[in-house]
């Protein structure tokens, strides 16, 4: 079969299939790009002759059509996924930081960056980086840290092991992530003859390892001798499907259970064993338990340090970690005794393994005693009454109200995360998607899209601050232009919250974290910029509905649900608060020596602190 090496890519790519449980669904469905000199010719015309077979997403950011594919599969727990092509040069390399945010979140993402000549014809061509001590090193060689697995095909020929490789490594619980095939312009548009078994239907079936007998035992024991045992849920949880088999070995043992971001909603909110988000931003109840847990077993969790908040939660000195996880890497972690299996098998095992054990009485009534007080913090936090801007939990408190238990909220970066994993109330685990692992600012609008096609019989809200929004907020378009219908909530504060206030507690005065003129003293500290992001998103074809007030907020959102588009609603906040109150550490080391007295204060305050941080061993 006579083809170009980039349709055979796509007629390759339309017959990849995933297969778990007995469902078979294509892998990738669809292809995101924008158009330039070194895919225009190649991908481009692959894509205009076969668009049945692969459907094409024109984005406005490269780096939005990566989010917009990593938020797709996360939605689709890793089962299927988006491609994406680029033009050489910056366009390329625009999707870097989209790929590393994939891979820190273990998200399949097929991004196919174009290269420059394989024959070196016409070196140097537009956008070409001259390297003087290589002859084969161009800038998609940035993408080989960030992603799981990077071939460069200089022969039409190349194509056939390594898109095999490459969906191997997308199809793998395990080892998923980005994955990287950078494709030379010219040899996008060579000719070959192609095998026809190359282009038949494929099934990648992603099994769910069994646990081993031996280690179940060891874990099963470890759980029987504890007193105060406490479960950390992560995203693991979710791309299983595990929840159910959560919330009944949960109910069943009486261990409580705290989560991640990625983990939330795997057990409810009002669940009786569930205590909320773990870690830096955690509640008082999952951080007073994770103080004294003696068994912590880990489910799908990668312990970020905001999970663990810089090794120092898990405060009982013989503390003893289990952890439940498909990645070695992950499993191991914390000198773990290793579970190696599907979440959702493994916790069935551990719930069969011990069907006649559970915690004291007097554990479970502490647990719901300690749940039971973080959620009248947390009705205090949505119902502060500050004037006269109202206080950012206030806001998210009545969309909280607002919105329907499979509603999804979005966010991603500044203050936002913390507030969510403190106080979010969530019981449907595909309605909560705070992207925390590389918390990167621009990911949300763009998730909102990816989201939005996942899963369009849901509500999709995306939350986003000023500083991201002005950041990344063109996927916006893409919404209108694929009439898609999503609320984006924009929280207007003039600057950084969530960095203004951490600057403050480390000395540093908030400096640089405030949108302001440059006033006499040659400072960043003058009148506010007058910055209308709300005309902005008008611009762009939205409706755009402002809110001054918590009342006004409620009726907006209540509007944007009724309207049938997308839907921007513009509120301002207090930039100073007031913030729930915090219970544990994040280690950001602060200057050791100063002229400024708060960065000394600060730093006795981080020695103190950096004294109980330590290795669990």
């Not at 990566?66 to 996924?81: C, E, G, I, N």
């Not at 099963?220 to 299983?240: H, Q, T």
């Not at 509603?407 to 019981?427: E, F, H, K, T, Y």
Request: proline share 5%.
């Amino acid at each position: 079969m006579r083809l170009t090496t980039a349709q055979a890519l796509v007629r390759f790519l339309a017959n990849q299939y995933s297969e778990r449980d007995g469902l078979e669904q294509r892998f990738i469905p669809a292809m995101w790009g924008i158009f330039g000199h070194g895919n225009v010719a190649g991908l481009g015309q692959a894509l205009l002759q076969y668009p049945r077979e692969m459907p094409y997403y024109l984005a406005r950011n490269e780096q939005g059509q990566v989010h917009a594919s990593a938020a797709f599969a996360k939605m689709r727990d890793r089962l299927q996924t988006f491609a994406c092509t680029a033009s050489t040069g910056p366009g390329s390399t625009n999707m870097i930081t989209g790929a590393a945010l994939a891979t820190t979140n273990r998200l399949p993402v097929l991004l196919l960056p174009s290269d420059m000549f394989a024959t070196r014809a016409p070196d140097p061509v537009l956008q070409q980086l001259e390297d003087t001590r290589a002859g084969d090193v161009s800038v998609n060689d940035a993408f080989r840290p960030v992603s799981k697995y990077f071939d460069r095909i200089t022969r039409p020929e190349q194509l056939i092991p390594a898109a095999l490789a490459a969906m191997r490594v997308l199809t793998d619980p395990a080892e998923t992530g980005a994955v990287t095939l950078a494709l030379p312009q010219d040899v996008q548009a060579e000719a070959f003859d192609w095998p026809e078994e190359f282009f038949r239907r494929r099934v990648w079936h992603i099994g769910r390892p069994v646990p081993e007998e031996p280690a179940l035992a060891r874990v099963a024991e470890l759980l029987r001798g504890a007193k105060s045992p406490l479960i950390v849920a992560g995203g693991g949880v979710v791309y299983s499907g595990a929840e159910h088999e959560l919330r009944k070995f949960a109910e069943a043992t009486g261990i409580p259970v705290a989560d991640t971001h990625a983990g939330k909603g795997a057990v409810p909110w009002d669940h009786p064993c569930a205590v909320g988000g773990i870690g830096s931003t955690g509640t008082s109840a999952a951080n007073a338990l994770a103080a004294e847990a003696d068994v912590v077993l880990g489910i799908g969790t990668r312990y970020s340090d905001f999970t663990t908040a810089s090794h120092t939660v898990f405060g009982n000195p013989d503390v003893t970690f289990a952890n439940l996880n498909v990645a070695r890497l992950d499993a191991a972690k914390h000198s773990a005794e290793m579970l190696l299996a599907d979440a959702k098998l493994g916790i069935s095992a551990l719930h069969t393994a011990l069907h006649d054990w559970e915690v004291d009485e007097a554990y479970r009534s502490r647990t719901r005693m300690l749940a039971d007080e973080w959620q009248r913090t947390v009705d205090a936090c949505f119902t502060v009454g500050h004037h006269p801007l109202p206080a950012q939990t206030e806001i998210l408190g009545a969309l909280n109200n607002a919105l329907d238990d499979r509603d999804v909220v979005i966010n991603a970066a500044g203050s936002m995360p913390g507030d969510l994993q403190m106080l979010w109330r969530a019981r449907d685990p595909k309605a909560y998607n705070v992207e925390y692992a590389y918390s990167c600012m621009g990911y949300e609008v763009a998730a909102g899209v990816g989201t939005k096609l996942a899963a369009p019989d849901r509500e999709v809200v995306v939350l986003v601050g000023d500083g991201s929004y002005l950041m990344m907020s063109q996927e916006l378009v893409t919404m209108i232009a694929e009439g898609l219908k999503v609320i984006v909530v924009v929280v207007q504060n003039h600057g950084f919250a969530s960095i203004g206030s951490l600057s403050e507690s480390l000395g540093s005065q908030r400096f640089g974290t405030s949108y302001r003129y440059r006033s006499d003293s040659g400072q960043l500290d003058g009148g506010k910029l007058p910055v209308d992001l709300a005309a902005n998103a008008e611009s762009l074809g939205a409706t755009v509905l402002r809110a001054s007030t918590v009342d006004d907020f409620t009726a907006a959102i209540v509007q944007a649900k009724a309207n049938e588009h997308t839907t921007v609603v513009h509120v301002e906040t207090d930039l100073y608060g007031p913030n729930p109150p915090g219970s544990a550490w994040w280690d950001v080391p602060v200057s050791e020596v100063s002229e400024l007295e708060s960065t000394s204060k600060a730093h006795e305050t981080y020695a103190a602190l950096k004294r109980t941080q330590r290795h669990y061993l």
